[in-house]
């Protein structure tokens, strides 16, 4: 078992940045490789970014590329997802989650979720 927890959201103006962080307990964080979704009101959940185990690799998707960023810190069972140059559609409620698969984008391929922080981006 597994338990995420999400902190760091809040409200900002278009342009701020935010650090969202997600703290694991349970058992270590390094078996899994973990990622960030995000599901504003009304839209179905998608993803955002993910790193693998190690943290060798980082993906994310074509909306936030070049101003989000993923990293996370095996030693404190932590994840974090930097959020750059932040926009009214960004606005959302971020999850966290664990998959035990190497690699993965999709929802379904998660053994785990955090309950989200919602991330408010004002105009």
């Known amino acids: 078992q597994v338990q995420l927890v999400e902190s760091g959201g809040g409200l900002v103006q278009a342009g701020g940045s935010l650090r969202l962080s997600c703290a694991a307990s349970?058992?270590?964080?390094?078996?899994?490789?973990m990622g960030w979704f995000r599901q504003a009101p009304g839209k179905e959940r998608e993803f955002v970014a993910g790193?693998?185990?190690?943290?060798?690799?980082?993906y994310s998707a074509d909306s936030v590329k070049g101003r989000f960023t993923i990293s996370r810190n095996n030693a404190r069972n932590t994840v974090y997802l930097q959020m750059n140059s932040l926009q009214p559609e960004d606005t959302a409620v971020y999850y966290c989650?664990?998959?035990?698969?190497?690699?993965?984008?999709?929802?379904?391929?998660?053994?785990?979720w955090g309950k989200g922080t919602l991330v408010t981006v004002s105009s």
């Open positions: 349970g058992r270590a964080c390094s078996a899994y490789s």
């Open positions: 989650a664990s998959s035990a698969k190497f690699y993965t984008t999709y929802a379904q391929d998660m053994d785990y």
């Open positions: 790193i693998t185990w190690t943290g060798s690799n980082t």
